[in-house]
């Protein structure tokens, strides 16, 4: 799509061109290679993808020199940052977050034009991050005042904290390239660990005008920014046996890459967001009105291009004639546009290739009998490609395998509920599930079975992640570890503890240590 009416405060007036990056404490100048980073929106009347500036093309010796620095501010556990007193990090993290928001206008102005979020979507994202950091500054004060005490049993005392775990290598996804992989990087820092940070392929820009607000709140070393592609970076670093916890959001076969260049991968902590192929279901009794809302929004939201997004519906074959008709209808009824558009729903798709795979997708299905209800489904514009609706879709075609990460929806009908409860079973994946129905007698049994399978079952609701503060996780291919507010900081943490026998010496020891305050980690002092 071209536009060449783009509102003054959403223009590209001068290009990024990101000469720096954050190693030790250092904002360091970058003078090898680059990559031009390119968006898919149109700014000139023709079509043209528009240049908005470059980025580092880091290799070997810039990811071990960050490696490098992480590993010295962590020295062995006895680093400034690991042994600090809890409110000194949260204090830390406050001031992080207090510069991170004067940023706003700039990190939401590249989230539109990198990944082509919608102007509100990028607002929410960017203070959903903030809220995010927020909260986990609270959970991280409840936590520590509920270790504030000492445990006795059977004549042992045990004081009991959570302790960092060491070196975090953090990949986060282009799709939420702030929110995600803040909520990685996040907890990460706040529990004591020390962080090599490598951006997205896109949505990479937009981390750069929140590097000085990393190197002026935390001690040198203890976050690390460096960009290029994760071939180049990522794999030296895991192949040095050095880093404690791989933290990824993306795709399992990246994840599984890098798992196995660890000489050790015993030793490796995985906190993982992988990929998924979430179901709707759809019973012969579901109220099709909010339904209809709920699956456009569940497969369209951002284009689809999320892992928790409905990406296969199953709808009972009385009621499918009706629902195809009404959500066919539907889906060409949104509207299209650049993401600073008033009431877009449809936005330029961020990768170049993202159009064609798609189209693959559809020939594939239509070749083996599925058909594109919708009328503009498949039609293809320089940027984007129009939602398809295909139907019937069957177990032979790609679309139903692949997690196809984009503007396609593959529909299915089902007699028997045991078809896409046995399909579940045997998928690779597993993350959550819709379901729709008001028949509490068959909706019971169903959330039973539907519980083992995936991690969320949302009842007439479409997948998400939110709100932070729920477990977000999946099971097979689709998660390791859990991540909100609560469970990101144990996922990046290990339960350790001082402990001692009940007798006089060890008595007057302790009540000196918590007297003196010598120790950081002997303390119960309580945090407001």
Not at 252 to 269: I, T, V
Not at 329 to 351: A, C, H, I, Y
Not at 375 to 384: A, E
Not at 393 to 401: A, C, F, G, I
Request: glycine share 6%; with cysteine.
């Amino acid at each position: 799509m071209s536009n060449t009416i783009i509102p003054e405060e959403f223009q590209i007036t001068s290009k990024i061109h990101q000469s720096t990056y954050l190693v030790n404490g250092e904002l360091k100048t970058w003078t090898g290679k680059t990559s031009d980073v390119y968006s898919t929106i149109s700014s000139t009347e023709a079509y043209a993808p528009t240049l908005l500036g470059s980025i580092p093309d880091m290799g070997e010796e810039e990811a071990l020199e960050a490696l490098g620095a992480a590993d010295k501010a962590y020295n062995k556990g006895k680093g400034i940052w690991p042994t600090m007193r809890v409110q000194e990090r949260i204090e830390c993290m406050e001031v992080f977050v207090t510069k991170m928001k004067t940023k706003r206008d700039v990190v939401v102005k590249l989230l539109m034009w990198e990944i082509g979020k919608s102007l509100g979507d990028s607002q929410k994202e960017f203070d959903r991050t903030v809220e995010y950091i927020e909260d986990t500054i609270e959970d991280y004060k409840k936590l520590d005042r509920d270790a504030a005490k000492f445990e006795k049993h059977d004549g042992v005392y045990a004081h009991i904290r959570r302790g960092p775990l060491g070196v975090v290598l953090c990949l986060g996804p282009y799709n939420y390239p702030l929110n995600e992989t803040f909520a990685l990087l996040i907890p990460a820092i706040i529990m004591g660990n020390t962080t090599i940070f490598k951006p997205a392929k896109h949505g990479v820009l937009l981390i750069t005008p929140l590097l000085e607000a990393f190197q002026t709140s935390f001690p040198r070393g203890v976050v690390n920014i460096i960009f290029g592609r994760g071939r180049a970076v990522a794999a030296p670093i895991m192949q040095t046996g050095k880093v404690d916890v791989l933290a990824l959001i993306g795709n399992s076969k990246s994840a599984n890459a890098l798992q196995n260049q660890h000489p050790k991968s015993n030793r490796l902590r995985l906190v993982l967001g992988l990929e998924a192929k979430n179901p709707a279901i759809i019973l012969p009794d579901a109220d099709l009105d909010l339904t209809i809302n709920e699956c456009l929004a569940g497969t369209l939201s951002f284009n689809g291009q999320r892992c928790t997004a409905l990406k296969v519906i199953y709808v009972h074959e009385d009621i499918a004639s009706e629902f195809n008709k009404r959500f066919s209808e539907r889906v060409d009824q949104l509207k299209f546009g650049n993401p600073w558009e008033s009431g877009v729903n449809l936005t330029p798709l961020p990768e170049p290739g993202k159009p064609a795979y798609i189209h693959e997708l559809i020939d594939d299905a239509v070749e083996k009998g599925a058909k594109i209800l919708n009328k503009k489904g498949g039609v293809h514009s320089d940027n984007y490609i129009w939602p398809a609706v295909l139907f019937p879709v069957d177990r032979s075609m790609r679309v139903y395998h692949e997690e196809q990460f984009g503007p396609v929806i593959p529909v299915l009908t089902f007699k028997d509920i045991e078809e896409p409860l046995n399909d579940m079973a045997e998928s690779n994946y597993g993350q959550q599930v819709s379901l729709f129905g008001k028949d509490v007698y068959a909706i019971a049994p169903l959330i039973d079975t539907l519980v083992n399978l995936v991690c969320r079952v949302n009842l007439n609701s479409s997948c998400q992640r939110g709100p932070d503060v729920y477990p977000f996780t999946g099971r097979k291919d689709s998660a390791q570890s859990t991540l909100s507010v609560h469970d990101a900081l144990r996922s990046f943490s290990v339960r350790t503890f001082v402990a001692f026998k009940d007798n006089d010496l060890n008595t007057e020891t302790v009540e000196k240590l918590l007297e003196t305050k010598l120790s950081n980690f002997i303390s119960t002092d309580y945090i407001l």
